[in-house]
C-alpha cells in the first residue's frame, strides 16, 4: 500500500531525514492563506496515490503568492492518472543546485534488500536505469544484515558526494534503511534528495509503499490516519465495503462482473472473458470453504455494481464444496433478488448436490431464476465464460 507524499514526509521526520516544511490545503481559499503568511515563492504539489504528478503538470511552482490561489484551483480541476487531486503540499520552493536519488527496496529474485543510489534523480529516473545503467548503484544486504556508517559513507562517496557533505548524506542513508526495515516497507524512495545552495541535502519528494499484511504490527500508523489502501489510488466505495467485509475485491473497468471460486480459478475466470472478447468489472476471490453468508454478500458487490452488465460465477469445489455455493447464491436471490442476467457452472466437491438444490428452489419459486442460469460439469468452462459476454453485450444493447 502505498502513501501519500505527505504521509511519507511525516515518517521521514520522525526518524531525522531533512524534508521541507510543508502544509496541506484541500482548497485554493487555504493555499491562499498559507500563501500569504509565507510571502515567498512556493511549491503546489498535487497529493495522488500515483506517479508521474511532475510531467503531467501535478506539481507547479508559485513565484508571485499572489497567484497561488488561481494556481491551487487549476491543479484541483486536474485528474492525474483519472485520480481526482483533493488535496494540495505547499511547500517553500527550493534552491536546487542537484538532483540524486535514494531508495531501498526488494531485491525479489535474490531474497534481499536493496540499497539503490544515483547522482542523478528526478523524474528521468527510470530513463536514467535503463540508458546509462552504470550511473545506478545498488548494495544487497540480508534482511536481518545491518547498514553500518562507513558502508553509508561509501555509498554517498560513489554518487559523488564531496568531503563536506558526506557525513549528512550517511545519516540520511542510514536513516531510510532503517525506516524500511522498520514498517516492514517493500519501497522507501527520495526523488529527489536534492543539494540546495545552502549546500543542504533535503529529501525533496517521498513515495514510501509498505506491506499492507503487516499493517497490523503498526497500530500508530492506523493511528496517524494510514490505513489499508491499493498500491495507486483510492479505494472504491465497494472496495470499502468488501474490505470491510474481509473479501478480497478489486474493481476493474469492465461490465462482466466477476463471481469465482478461488483466487486461482478467479484469474482463469478473468482470461477467459479477455479470450472471448469482454472485459471483467472487477476481481474477487472467495477464500477457501466460504460460507453461504459469504458468498451472498460476494454477490451484492456485484448485483449494486452499475457498471456490471451479466455476472460470471464459477465454482470449482475442492476445499470449498458446490453445495455451500448454491446455498449461498440461493440465499442472495430470496433476500435480494437478481436485477443482472448471470450464468453460472459448477464441478468437483459435491457439484451434485449444488444443482439439486438449484433445482429444488427453481422449483419453489421460478421467478428468482428469471436472470439465472446454471450448469453443471456437463457444460465447457469456456462455454459459460462465452455466454457471459454475450449477456453482457445483450444487456448493453438494451441499455
Known amino acids: 500500500m502505498r502513501l501519500y507524499e505527505f504521509e511519507g514526509k511525516e515518517l521521514f521526520r520522525k526518524f531525522k531525514i531533512p524534508v521541507p516544511e510543508g502544509r496541506l490545503a484541500s482548497s485554493s481559499s487555504e493555499v491562499e492563506k498559507i500563501a500569504a503568511e509565507w510571502s515567498e515563492p512556493i511549491v503546489l504539489k498535487s497529493q495522488v496515490l500515483t506517479g508521474g504528478r511532475g510531467k503531467v503538470g501535478g506539481i507547479r511552482p508559485v513565484d508571485n503568492p499572489h497567484d497561488a490561489g488561481a494556481v491551487a484551483k487549476q491543479l484541483f480541476e486536474l485528474k492525474i492518472r483519472g485520480f481526482p487531486v483533493e488535496r494540495l503540499l505547499v511547500e517553500p520552493k527550493l534552491d536546487v543546485i542537484k538532483e540524486m536519488y535514494l531508495g531501498v527496496t526488494i531485491d525479489r ?3 534481499k534488500v536493496v540499497l539503490i543510489a544515483s547522482a542523478e534523480g528526478g523524474v528521468d529516473i527510470e530513463e536514467t536505469a535503463e540508458k546509462s545503467p552504470e550511473k545506478i548503484v545498488r548494495r544487497s544486504f540480508d534482511i536481518d544484515e545491518d547498514l553500518y556508517r562507513f558502508d553509508a559513507v561509501e555509498l554517498a562517496k560513489d554518487i559523488g558526494l564531496q568531503s563536506r557533505h558526506l557525513k549528512d548524506a550517511a545519516q540520511i542513508i542510514m536513516a531510510v534503511f532503517e525506516l524500511f526495515k522498520t514498517y516492514d516497507a517493500k519501497l522507501v524512495e527520495i526523488n529527489p534528495l ?6 543542504t541535502l533535503i529529501a525533496a519528494d517521498s513515495r514510501i509503499s509498505l506491506d499492507d499484511d503487516a499493517l497490523f504490527r503498526h497500530p500508530e500508523l492506523t493511528e496517524t490516519g494510514i490505513k489499508k489502501r491499493h498500491e495507486e489510488g483510492e479505494m ?8 470491510e467485509w474481509e473479501i478480497p475485491y478489486l474493481d476493474l473497468d469492465g461490465d462482466v462482473g466477476m463471481f469465482p471460486g478461488g483466487a486461482g480459478f478467479g484469474i482463469m475466470g478473468n482470461d477467459f472473458i479477455h479470450y472471448y472478447g469482454g472485459r471483467p468489472a472487477n476481481f474477487m476471490d472467495s477464500g477457501g470453504g466460504p460460507t453461504p453468508e459469504r458468498l451472498a454478500r460476494m454477490l451484492v458487490l456485484l448485483n449494486e455494481n452499475p457498471n456490471v452488465k451479466a455476472i460470471f460465477g464459477a465454482r470449482f469445489g475442492g476445499i ?3 453445495d455451500d455455493f448454491a446455498r449461498g447464491v440461493i440465499m442472495f436471490l430470496r433476500e435480494h433478488g437478481l436485477s443482472k442476467p448471470m450464468v453460472t457452472r459448477m464441478t468437483g466437491n459435491m457439484w451434485r448436490e449444488g444443482v439439486r438444490l438449484f433445482d429444488q428452489a427453481k422449483k419453489e419459486n421460478p421467478e428468482l431464476f428469471r436472470n439465472f442460469e446454471f450448469h453443471g460439469i456437463e457444460t465447457p468452462i469456456e462455454e459459460i465464460a462465452r455466454r457471459a459476454v454475450t449477456l453482457a453485450r445483450r444487456q448493453e444493447a438494451l441499455e
Not at 536534492?194 to 549546500?199: A, E
Not at 472504491?236 to 474490505?243: I, Y
Request: with cysteine.
Open 109 to 111: 529474485i535474490n531474497y
Open 320 to 322: 470449498s464444496r458446490c
Open 236 to 243: 472504491t466505495p465497494r472496495e470499502q465495503q468488501a474490505n
Open 194 to 199: 536534492v543539494l540546495t545552495g545552502t549546500n
